[in-house]
Structures are given as C-alpha cells and as structure tokens.
C-alpha cells in the first residue's frame, strides 16, 4: 500500500513558476514509477509527466515539454513537478500516482496509487 500527498499547487500569474510535491509513504518508492495527470475543469484527467524508477528516465505530454521538469528524490520518498512558463490552459487539479507496472505509462489505467490532487491557477 502506498500513500500519495501532493502539495505546492496554488495561483499564479502567466509566466510564473510553482514546484509541485508528493510525499510517498511506505519504505518500497523507489519499486514505482511515478506520474503526474491533471484534470481541467470540465474535462478528463489525462497524463503529464513520467519518472522511471530510478528516475534516469522521464517522459511528457507534447503540451509541458521544455516547461515542465518532473524530478524524484528516493531518499525522501518524494517526486516533483517543477513547472515555469505557465500559462492560463495549465489551469487543473493535479494529481501524482505509482506504478508497479511496466512501459512508458502514459494511462490512468497503469496507476495503483493516487494522491487527492492540487489545484493549480494560472491567471492571464
């Protein structure tokens, strides 16, 4: 069993910056890989951001590349979503999850675990 917290989401002007957090309870983190989704008002959660196991590998949605910067730290049992550039569409609640299983992940399907999410607002 593994506990998801998120934390850091907030509102922010377009073109700012927020680090998003979520702290794993449990001593088997560094068994999952972890993802970020989010869910605009309105609309389905969909996928974000991937991190490896190891966190030597890292995969994005078209949308957050070269914006977004996901990061795990197996020592503090936590994964992180640096997000600059922000703009108003990035408006959502944001949710990580872990993985037991393999391949890229990019589906809520391939998720165990779920935090209860961030909201993040971005104003124009």
């Known amino acids: 069993q593994v506990q998801l917290v998120e934390s850091g989401g907030g509102l922010v002007q377009a073109g700012g910056s927020l680090r998003l957090s979520c702290a794993a309870s449990?001593?088997?983190?560094?068994?999952?890989?972890m993802g970020w989704f989010r869910r605009a008002p309105g609309k389905e959660r969909i996928f974000v951001a991937r991190?490896?196991?190891?966190?030597?590998?890292?995969y994005y949605t078209d949308s957050v590349k070269g914006r977004f910067t996901i990061s795990r730290d197996n020592i503090k049992n936590t994964v992180y979503l640096q997000m600059n550039s922000l703009k108003p569409e990035d408006t959502a609640v944001y949710y990580c999850?872990?993985?037991?299983?393999?391949?890229?992940?990019?589906?809520?399907?391939?998720?165990?675990?779920w935090g209860q999410g961030t909201q993040v607002t971005v104003s124009s």
């Open positions: 991190i490896s196991r190891s966190g030597s590998n890292t």
């Open positions: 999850a872990a993985s037991s299983g393999a391949g890229v992940q990019i589906t809520t399907g391939n998720y165990d675990y």
């Open positions: 449990g001593r088997t983190f560094s068994s999952y890989a």
